[in-house]
């Protein structure tokens, strides 16, 4: 699996090392994930998540009802 958030679509960045002498090298930054599993009372059935710290603490504010539902919208979840 890619190292991509399920429910934002945040992904893997592209930037550069630069050291004290100002030299650039290629580097990536990698989002912060974590695999969570998630009860949806609505479908009665456990769902597992590859999701961002980020969007952890959303689904802990609006709920994964709403969190999934949107991800679904915007084409992030099937």
Do not use: W
Not at 20 to 41: A, E, Q
């Amino acid at each position: 699996m890619s190292r991509v958030c399920q429910l934002t679509g945040k992904s893997v960045m592209v930037g550069n090392n630069v050291s004290h002498s100002n030299r650039k090298t290629k580097r990536r930054f990698l989002p912060n994930l974590v695999t969570k599993k998630f009860y949806l009372p609505e479908e009665d059935r456990f769902i597992t998540l590859k999701i961002s710290t980020s969007a952890l603490r959303t689904v802990t504010k609006k709920g994964i009802s709403a969190c999934v539902k949107e991800a679904r919208e915007k084409g992030y979840l099937k």
